[in-house]
C-alpha cells in the first residue's frame, strides 16, 4: 500500500492500542498475569455448575451484581469489569463482592458432596484471593484503569478528532507519570480495604476464621554456604515490601507509560504539524513566528490534492486567520452535537468523564474553525488551502470501533436459531440495530399508519 500511495496515512485504531496497552500492562509481572487469571478461572468455575450458581446467590447480597465477569481477551474494559466486581474501586471496597466470593468458595469447599477435585480448586481459590499480594496487585491495576478506562471510553465515542484524541492520550500519560512512584498511596489503599473487608467476615454469620492477610509475607535471605579462608559478607535483610514495590509495582507502572509512548507516537511529525490548526495556539502563531519545520509533513500529503499546498503558503494562510480568528469567531454558527471529555482541570469520575454537549458557541475547536471558514465562504479564495488542512484533520480515522460493534451485532442477530435468515431481512435487523438512536426516535403511530397502508387487511387490522 505505500509503494502504491507514498503519501497516504494508515491510522491504527486508537482503541485497539489502547487494548493492546493493557494486554502488555497485565502480562508485565507474574503477579499481575496471576490475578487476572484468577478472577477468570473463579468466574468460570462458578458459572460451570448449577450447584455453585445457587450458592453464589445464596451468599450475594447485591442482586444487581449477581453476574461474575470473565475476562475476554477482545472485550475492552473487560479487565476492569471483572477487577472492580470484586474489589470496588480504588482505595473505596464498600461496593466490591469480595466477602461474597470467598463466602461462596468456602462455602463449595465445605460442601460434601462435591468431588474433591472441586473442592481442592475451591481452597486454592480461596487461599490466593486472600493473600495481600493479590490485594496490592489489584490495588494497583484499580489505580492504573482510573486513568486509562475514561481514554478507552472516549475512543470508542461518535464525533471525536485525531488531534482530542492525542490530547487525551497525552494527558493520559501525564497522569499516569504523576503516581508512577507513589507506592505509599497504593499500600494505604490495600490497608483500608484488608481492615474493611475482615470487619465484614467477622459481622457476617457464617462462623468463618478466614481473613485477608493484613502484610506480605517476610521472605528470609538464603545463607550461603562459606568456603575455608572466605571472609564472610554482611547479610542483606530482605524487605518484602520494598522488594514488591520496585519488582512488582514500579514495573508495571514502567510497563504502561511506556507501552503508551511507544505505540501512540508513529504519526508524531503529522500529529505535531496538525496541532497549530488548534484555535487554542493562535495566540502563539500571532506572538511568536512559527518554526521553520511546520506543516512540512501537512504539505507532502496535500500536495496531492492541490499543488499550491507549500509550507510557506499554509503558513502564511494560517498566520492572516489567526490574526482575524477574534474577529470571526464573534459570528454564529449553527449548533451541532458532539462527545467529548471533561478538561484534565476537572474531578474525572468513571461516570462522567464523557460528556454530549451541543458545540457551535465554544469556537474552540477544529470543527469550529471550518463552519467559519465554510459560513463565510472563504474555502475557495480566501483560505483555499487552509480549509484544505481542515478537511483532512476532520476526516482522518482514527477508530474502528463502529465496524467491530458491526461484526458483534451481526453475530447476535444471525446466531444459530436465525442462520435461514433471508439476505433482505438480514439487511433490516442490521439496519435497525446499528442505527438504534435513530430507530428509537420515529414515531409509533406514523410507522403503523405507513404499514397499514400496504393493504386492505392491514388497514382493518392496524387503524
Known sequence: MTAQSPTHVHVWCYAHILNLVIA?????????????????????????????????????????????SPIGETRWWAKHDAL??????????????????VLTLEAIEKREKEKPAVRAKARGFKECLLKHETVLTAQIFLRVFEQTTPLSKYLQSKGMDILSAHHMVTATQDGLKSIARDFPTVKTAADTFVKQTN????????????????????????????????????????NAEKSYEVKVHNVILDTVIEAIHRRFVIHGPLLA???WLDPRRFSQVRTVSLPS??????STRLLKFDSRATVNNLQSELKRFAEQWERLRTSHVDDYMTRTAKDRSEEWDEESEIVTKSCGSCKNCPLCCYQILRRFNMLSDAYRLL?????????????????????????????????????????????????????????????????????DLLRKLLL
Not at 84 to 101: A, M, R, T, W, Y
Not at 203 to 228: F, I, S, Y
Request: aromatic share 8%; hydrophobic share 40%; charged share 30%.
Open 84 to 101: 472492580q466486581k470484586i474489589f470496588g474501586h480504588f482505595g473505596k471496597p464498600d461496593d466490591g463482592l469480595f466477602v461474597d466470593v
Open 24 to 68: 502488555d500492562t497485565t502480562q508485565s509481572v507474574i503477579e499481575s498475569g496471576s490475578l487476572f487469571n484468577l478472577l477468570n478461572d473463579i468466574a468460570v468455575f462458578i458459572k460451570e455448575s448449577y450447584h455453585r450458581v445457587n450458592l453464589w446467590e445464596k451468599q450475594t447480597q447485591e442482586t444487581r451484581h449477581r453476574r461474575l
Open 293 to 298: 519545520n511546520a506543516f512540512q509533513n501537512l
Open 199 to 238: 470487619q465484614k467476615l467477622e459481622e457476617r454469620e457464617n462462623n468463618t476464621d478466614m481473613e485477608v492477610e493484613a502484610e506480605l509475607p517476610e521472605k528470609r535471605a538464603k545463607k550461603r554456604k562459606g568456603m575455608a579462608g572466605e571472609i564472610p559478607e554482611d547479610e542483606l535483610q530482605v
Open 387 to 455: 480549509g484544505l488542512a481542515y478537511k483532512y484533520l476532520l476526516t482522518l480515522s482514527l477508530t474502528q470501533v463502529a465496524c467491530e460493534r458491526t461484526f458483534s451485532t451481526l453475530k447476535f442477530i444471525k446466531s444459530r436459531l436465525r442462520s435461514s435468515l433471508s439476505a433482505n431481512k438480514l439487511e433490516m435487523f442490521m439496519l435497525m440495530a446499528t442505527e438504534k438512536d435513530i430507530l428509537m426516535s420515529l414515531d409509533s403511530d406514523m410507522v403503523i399508519d405507513r404499514v397499514a397502508e400496504k393493504s
Open 273 to 275: 504539524d496538525l496541532a
